[in-house]
């Protein structure tokens, strides 16, 4: 079956950084976009970033550009999400999701209702 496992996250200082990984396994993940979200006890999960399968081209929310770098390693089934620059909004718990309608495709989605798996989610904790 399809499992996202998420880690990296943890408490760090304003300013510092953060490098969260999503292993993939259960499916071709080579094929398929990936995004990472994220939410808190007051807001709905919002959008981060997204990328393609190819690796191209990502998409990011306008609040993290410039801090935060979105990869994968297909030859890992990993999906990564390096953040720099961290500031206390961005506080949450952060989820990667797989788009397994996304087989090759150039598409990707900002919404949450274009991705059909989710992780657990790892807690991020950025203090001022």
């Known amino acids: 079956q399809v499992q996202l496992v998420e880690s990296g996250g943890g408490l760090v200082q304003a300013g510092g950084s953060l490098r969260l990984s999503c292993a993939a396994s259960g499916f071709a993940f080579s094929r398929y976009a990936m995004g990472w979200f994220r939410q808190t006890p007051r807001q709905e999960r919002e959008f981060v970033a997204a990328?393609?399968?190819?690796?191209?081209?990502?998409l990011y929310v306008d609040s993290v550009k410039g801090r935060f770098t979105i990869s994968r390693d297909n030859a890992k089934n990993t999906v990564y999400q390096q953040m720099t620059n961290l500031k206390p909004e961005d506080t949450a718990v952060y989820y990667c999701?797989?788009?397994?309608?996304?087989?090759?495709?150039?598409?990707?989605?900002?919404?949450?209702?274009?991705?059909?798996?989710w992780g657990q989610g790892t807690k991020v904790t950025v203090s001022s």
């Open positions: 990328i393609r399968w190819s690796g191209t081209s990502p």
């Open positions: 999701a797989a788009d397994l309608t996304s087989s090759y495709s150039g598409t990707i989605y900002d919404s949450p209702s274009k991705y059909d798996s």
